[in-house]
């Protein structure tokens, strides 16, 4: 049974920073691509991050590039979201996910995520 669990979530003021983890079981996902979305209440679904567990290319969402930083370790089978100059509106459920395919992440493709996770709560006060 593959399952993702995220956590790092919590309160912060802006301006503040946090370090998200996602850490996987079930199989090992060291060359599937992995990454973070996230959903605010009331809004849709928004891409974060992703990163390629084989050779560590990243992506990043407009909104949160130069502030977001995506890494992983494999020996882990774990993937990282390290949050920096954290804003009101970053508020939202960040959601860990994974795929055999990076283009998933980016909307370059139509295939459907193959695991996602339950998601942890970043709340960002002003």
């Known amino acids: 049974q593959v399952q993702l669990v995220e956590s790092g979530g919590g309160l912060v003021q802006a301006g503040g920073s946090l370090r998200l983890s996602c850490a996987a079981s079930?199989?090992?996902?060291?060359?599937?691509?992995m990454g973070w979305f996230r959903q605010a209440p009331g809004k849709e679904r928004e891409f974060v991050a992703a990163i390629s567990w084989n050779g560590g290319s990243t992506y990043y969402a407009k909104s949160v590039k130069g502030r977001f930083v995506i890494s992983r370790d494999n020996a882990k089978n774990t993937i990282y979201l390290q949050m920096n100059s954290l804003k009101p509106e970053d508020t939202a459920s960040y959601i860990c996910?994974?795929?055999?395919?990076?283009?998933?992440?980016?909307?370059?493709?139509?295939?459907?995520?193959?695991?996602w996770g339950k998601g942890t709560l970043v709340t960002v006060s002003p």
């Open positions: 996910a994974v795929d055999q395919h990076v283009a998933t992440f980016t909307g370059t493709g139509f295939d459907v995520m193959d695991y």
């Open positions: 079930g199989r090992t996902f060291s060359s599937w691509a």
